[in-house]
């Protein structure tokens, strides 16, 4: 798995990371969003996780965390963590880290959605969590 999914650019379109493949040991990953710019409007980020099908290579959406705060909320910056791993106790949006309680798939990426076409600029790295 590579730790650096997503570098640091301005998007203003949806973004996702190439084919993540799970080492043995790696059960979940935790997901680390950096913002260093956001539009000052209403638009808002969703990070994902899809599976890619073996036979068919299709991507299918195991979870969507919640949407970030509103870019006009955020303002010059935010770090924001997702944490997908099996048995964690799942929590709502708190602050700036949500957790779901999945099992990793052995082959996935992330997504980045964006409500609108306002610009951003943040970059997503990943830590394999055993």
């Known amino acids: 798995m590579n730790n650096m999914l997503l570098e640091r650019k301005a998007r203003t379109a949806t973004a996702q990371t190439p084919d993540q493949v799970t080492g043995s040991r790696a059960r979940g990953v935790q997901l680390i969003l950096d913002v260093t710019k956001a539009p000052e409007n209403e638009d ?13 290579g299709k991507y299918v959406t195991l979870t969507a965390f ?3 705060s509103k870019g ?3 303002g010059e910056g935010a770090t924001l963590a997702f944490t997908l791993y099996p048995g964690a106790s799942e929590t709502a949006a708190i602050g700036s880290h949500e957790v779901q309680a ?19 600029t943040y970059s997503l790295g990943a830590l394999a969590l055993n």
């Open 44 to 56: 808002k980020l969703t990070v994902s996780i899809q599976a890619r099908a073996p036979v068919t």
């Open 66 to 68: 919640a949407a970030t």
């Open 72 to 74: 006009e909320e955020l």
């Open 102 to 120: 999945l099992p990793l798939p052995t082959r996935w990426r992330a997504v980045v959605t964006h409500s609108g076409e306002g610009s951003w």
